[in-house]
């Protein structure tokens, strides 16, 4: 891993493995973490959505940062997610993020209480000037129920802590409209949440994908990177259209409003890196329902594979 050019490439929100009892899983933590290095990612985002953050405890928060920092051993970046609705608990997050080694922290906007971008900019700017560790935003409309205009984050890149944002809105014309924005100010990391986008989000200027399918095939996703960079745009097609194949028989069985966290943990536990526990208010897939999402699974898998030999044998 090439540390040289940082906060660039594919960084996965890494899943929270939990027991039963949602204490975490050290276990299948240490797993995922090796599985995901030895896929080639380029970093790794813990406690973000797809980490099931704001439904952890606070001890499972600190276990997972310092465990994830220990593993990584600077072999690749750590983000940490610090997002919460009390200002004192993201401190708390970023103290224990900053003594245990992680490169970098993330956070989205408090998501209870009604702001606006005036508030919103006072908030990352307190927050900015408070923690050691430098910060991307994250913005999650769907989740926070207010988004980070871009004339916000344009103000906010004007902090020499702000190095970055997520763009999670699922939106390509506002991450157009970011990289437009940023265009003259590299060293400002734009990256996409949602991987359906990826490769048209790297088109429009992104730094990079912090994707949720990438915690199953990290290959996958860091081909797809590599391949774009190469300017192999055939590739590119070919990868994006597999990611999108993933997406559609993963995660969207059933009527769950939550089926792309329950589709993407019970995926993981069939190749036994982790074991399905979700923490409350989610909860796994029946038995029936599992037997139906392996069958997809499987046909996923088989695809993945045959892309990624594909890939490999035309170098």
Known sequence: ?????????????????????FSLDVAHTEHVIEHLIEGGVHGIFILGTTGESASLSSDVK????????????????????????????????????????ATALVAAPPFYINIGQEELINYYQKLADAVELPLFLYDMPSHTKINIAVETAVTLSAHPNIIGIKDSSGNPENFKALCQAFKGKPDFKIFVGPEEILADTLQMGGHGGVTGGANLFPKLYVSLYEAFHNKDLDRVR????????????????????????????ASMSFEGLCDGSLALPLYPYSEAEQAVLHVKYLLVKKRVEAILEQVKVNG
């Open 238 to 265: 070919t990868l994006q259209e597999t990611i999108l194949y993933l997406s559609e028989n993963l995660y969207q069985n059933g009527t769950y409003k939550s089926s792309y966290l329950k589709g993407l943990k």
């Open 62 to 101: 600190s276990d997972l940062i310092r465990l994830t920092c220990k593993k990584v051993n600077g072999r690749v970046q750590v983000l940490v997610g610090i997002t919460d609705c009390s200002f004192v608990q993201s401190l708390d997050l970023a103290a224990i993020a900053q003594e245990s080694g």
């Open 1 to 21: 891993m090439n540390l040289s050019q940082p906060f660039q490439g594919i960084f996965p929100p890494m899943i929270t493995p939990l027991n039963p009892d």
